[in-house]
């Protein structure tokens, strides 16, 4: 049992080897099996993200889920929604930093409706 958790460990580690190992990432999800998120990450340093996330009905249009985050200082600050993503959503994110006298500043915006990690994901 010791053998198979250790490989499936190592299997998730070797899956998201270059998902913000190497700096920021910033993405967004839509219809991910359950759930829509929007999430700001690096895994060896916390930084200061702000992170906004509208999830959406992909057909009409209509917001039917908005989550804020207000400043985290944080390795990983996510507007993760469960027991939504289903199909049929679209998500919008916005993922903010600050520069170096504080101001705001957008550093990434997307709207999804599929699950890909690829959108943000590998932008190191």
Not at 64 to 81: G, P
Request: proline content about 2%.
């Amino acid at each position: 049992m010791k053998k198979l958790y250790a490989f499936l460990c190592i299997a998730g580690l070797s899956i998201s080897a270059h998902a913000a190992v190497n700096g920021i990432s910033h993405h967004s999800r839509a219809n991910c099996g359950g759930f829509n998120e929007s999430v700001s990450w690096d895994l060896l340093h916390a930084h200061w993200f702000w992170v906004d996330s509208n999830h959406y009905n992909a057909t009409t249009g209509d917001i039917l889920c908005s989550m804020v985050s207000d400043w985290q200082n944080t390795w990983r600050n996510a507007q993760y929604h469960a027991a939504e993503g289903y199909g049929g959503w679209g998500v919008e994110g916005w993922h903010w930093m600050p520069d170096s006298r504080g101001a705001p500043v957008l550093q990434q915006h997307e709207v999804v409706y599929d699950c890909s990690i690829y959108d943000g994901w590998w932008n190191y």
